[in-house]
């Protein structure tokens, strides 16, 4: 299975990720989507994380339910009951 590249900017950029890495064309275009990928997953889980801290802050909130409607409520309110 192949990857043709086309782009020059990407390929100059492919070959001087290998070069760096002293590695070859496959293994610099491997290393750089693991890298990518384990950036995208830590990112999710640092998202996830906050959104689950978020939900625990307002789970402690007591719930307010005097059994009245939205209607029943804002009359009162107004002094319109």
């Known amino acids: 299975m192949g990857i043709l590249v086309r782009d020059e900017e990407i390929d100059a950029k492919v070959r001087e990720l290998a ?3 002293g590695t ?3 293994a610099a275009i491997g290393r750089a ?3 990518d990928l384990k ?3 830590e990112r999710r889980a640092r998202i ?3 959104f689950r801290r978020v ?3 307002v789970a402690a909130f007591p719930i307010m339910d005097d ?3 939205h209607k029943e409520f804002f009359d009162r309110e107004y002094g319109d009951a």
């Open 19 to 21: 070069r760096r890495y």
């Open 24 to 26: 070859t064309l496959q």
């Open 33 to 35: 989507v693991d890298n």
């Open 39 to 41: 950036r995208l997953d």
């Open 48 to 50: 996830e994380n906050a």
């Open 55 to 57: 939900q625990e802050r």
């Open 67 to 69: 059994g009245m409607t």
